[in-house]
């Protein structure tokens, strides 16, 4: 069985290669990642700068282990203790920082499409607090003049399914008021259905009244013909 890798690999390797003398390929197997990034790490080549996360003192190696690996570069680190992971069971939805920006967008989007929803709901949903969420719906939001409306789903802060099930929870909280159960019950279907018939009388009538003025044209070309043909015999 495989042992596990460090809690941030890129991170270790990082700190291992800066502060010990193992070799790429002894701290690429121990974080669990190509031998290729560590040299990249070494080199400055990567797009991201890692800040280096000492596994001594996470206790997750050993100096006598780190100590082991530099004496032989055939030696393979062992991890000292496995680190533990880390679970989030309560709290508000994270974000990714990229993305955070485009929450107060996300939130005026659901304010104006689904007025329905709760603070609570929307706190939930897009991972945010009720006084951001107020603050946007009074517009006292310090950015309030270049927050635009924008889809949440679209903008990647949560599902589509996830909204769906929102604002289904949310529909099921209204109140019924008595004038909706007053209204009558338009069936969609059959309004279709006669839509569909009159769209169809209307091409059927364009249609025969092409085919009448055809013939007629065809008839008054016969006429004329005809005239020329009985003006002609009576001149000879």
């Known amino acids: 069985m495989a042992q596990p890798t460090p809690l ?6 990082s700190w291992l290669v800066d502060n010990t003398s193992l070799s790429f390929e002894q701290i690429a197997d121990f974080c669990g990642l190509h031998i290729l990034e560590v040299q990249a790490m070494a080199d400055d080549l990567t797009s991201a700068k890692y800040t280096g996360r000492d596994p001594v003192h ?3 190696l050993t100096h006598e282990e780190i100590e082991r690996g530099q004496e032989d570069t055939e030696y393979r680190l062992k991890m000292h ?15 990714p920082v990229s993305k955070r920006q485009d929450k107060p967008d996300g939130i005026a989007w659901i304010l104006r499409s689904h007025p329905e929803m709760s603070d609570a709901q929307i706190s939930k949903l897009i991972g945010t607090t009720r ?3 107020n603050a946007i719906r009074e517009r006292s939001h310090w950015n309030i003049q270049n927050i635009q409306a924008k889809d949440p789903v679209t903008l990647g802060l ?21 004038d909706a159960e007053d209204m009558p019950v338009v069936e969609s279907g059959n309004e279709k259905e006669k839509l569909i018939e009159q769209l169809r009388a209307e091409r059927d009538d364009a249609a ?29």
């Open 208 to 236: 025969r009244a092409a085919v009448e003025a055809a013939q007629e044209a065809e008839a008054e070309a016969w006429l004329l013909a005809k005239r020329a043909s009985e003006a002609g015999g009576s001149d000879n």
């Open 81 to 95: 203790r496995a680190p533990v992971e880390v679970s989030r069971t309560k709290g508000a939805r994270y974000t």
């Open 131 to 133: 006084n951001t969420i």
């Open 58 to 60: 996470s206790g997750e």
């Open 158 to 178: 949560c599902s589509q399914r996830e909204l769906d099930a929102a604002v289904a929870k949310a529909a099921k909280n209204l109140p019924q008021s008595d």
């Open 8 to 13: 941030m690999p890129h991170a270790t390797a």
